[in-house]
């Protein structure tokens, strides 16, 4: 009988995560998979990141992941979105080729010492005295391990769905997993069914390009891996995407399916992503709007398909092509592929803990679309701390969990674990209260020293990160005593339309002008500073330093009220208080308080249901 420290349900983005982190921590992993060759297969978009996505994945590679690096190798066009905005919601996004992706994806599974991959399917977790023991597989066997990972994506009982035709698979032409969900179910957890969707695949060669407005990637492209070699960066030529749009006439053929929709009929029971509406759900919810945007993404450099990302749908497929080739640039268009909706069982995530270790099993932890997330990004943001709490579980060592102020992954799973879900959860900017603390560019700062305490991140790394804050820190306050006189710098304010100077001023209060860079301010003072010509050859220290000297008394705001916040986050619960005893709180509070189990004051103040009131009755017990 085999034996691993640590078993991994699934070659997603969430276990690719989990198993890498996990094994580079020494623990021996094993990732129990399908289909070898499905390793990082995109199911729906070929992209990476996007508005708030795009945190998740530079917080992956601070952390010492892997999404961002397999990205970077096999993306085809970078954009950083928001640019027009404030620093806090600049958000990388990138298109990739989905097979070099995958194909990436598994070279690095592959070549990591620890990991062995296991071609089977689990249908059932093995538990003794509360506590994870093992797995049994489709083809007969038993295996043994300390820790299991979850990370099922949509093949827990999958079900897919085009018109009024239904077939069980969690995915395109493969097969969904089955007998897993029944066995957890009977350690006494709570399952549920949510629902995702993906569009059709159209065939390029019979696009009419020439009449679509084209969407270019960034000159310089912006990669999101600290790993990534600048040399080589890009690592494939790059393309451009492009932009059509629904009207009238597309969504009066698309009614004409709605007797037959899934999603209509009631034949899906499923809940769906709120904010990735189908086609179809856009055309009822925004009834008011002429037209819909859309755009059409390559699937790959060597690629016949493209992926019409705006339009998910899963009514019958007839319907599907006529009301495509009624869009503009698609009057001849090929449909390869129907889009379909898929439904899949899922564990609403108040059952895990900030670690994502279930409260019910002890070892048995949950990451992914199994906690009600929807994306890659979010799912990876799971894998990792999965595969680092499991890792360091195993290892006797002190358990991470990432806070609200520190990480969009913090929120993330802050969020899961306290408010629950019953719809598929995305993240957005909007759900971080400290977002202007969070931003994308920083991620290494705030991040990095966990990474490397972990041994996921290299000395030489880490090394070049503390020699930046010093760099950082030393900038700053030679800025802020360093004085322009007005003839240094007049006529550069004068150009880019701001009030000049009268008086001799500091360059720090210059630089907090939203016109002006504080780069052409350094090229135009007459200094000597060693410090200031160190900051002028290093870009990311340049760009820190500006930030924070535009941003500062937001960024002094946002800190204040996190150091208030965190006195509550300090008052600690017991994992067995008994919420019964609380006669005084509200029936809805006591019950939420109940099935939650929170952690702190500050988590048990997020729960929705409880109130003001009840949390004040709560420290009061607290203190007594």
Known sequence: MKKFDIIIVGGGHAGIEAALSAAQMGCSVAIVTMDISAFGRMSCNPAIGGSAKGHLVFEIDALGGFMGLIADKSGIQFRTLNKSKGPAVWAGRSQNDRKIYSEIALEYVINSKNIEIIEDSITAAIEENKKIIGVKTLKGNEIRCKALIVCSGTFLNGLMHTGLSSTKGGRFGEQPSEGLTKSIVDMGFESGRLKTGTPPRLNKKTINWK???EQPGDIPPIPFSKKTSAENFPYLPQVSCHITYTDQSVHKILEKGFDRSPLFTGLIGGTGP??????????????DKERHQLFLEPEGLDSELIYINGFSTSLPADIQFEALRKIKGLEEVEMIRPGYAVEYDYFPPYQVDLTLETKIIEGLYFAGQINGTSGYEEAAAQGIVAGINAALKIQKRPEFVLKRSEAYI????????????????????????????????NADRRLMKYGFEFGLISNEMYNELEEREVLISKSKNVIKQTKIIPKQINSYLNSVQTPHLDNSESIEKIVKRPEVGLKSVLNAAENNSVVIDELLNDPKALEQVEIEIKYDGYIQRQMELISKMERNEDILIPLNFNYTRLKSISTEGREKLSKVKPRSIGQAARISGVTPSDISVLLVYLKS
């Open 410 to 441: 913090g929120v993330l799973i802050d969020d899961l674990v306290g408010k629950s879900t019953n719809e598929p959860y995305r993240m957005f900017t909007s759900r971080a209260e400290h977002r202007l603390l969070l931003r994308q560019d």
């Open 274 to 287: 709120r904010y990735c509406p189908s086609i179809e759900d856009k055309i009822v919810r925004f009834s």
């Open 211 to 213: 009449i679509l407005e």
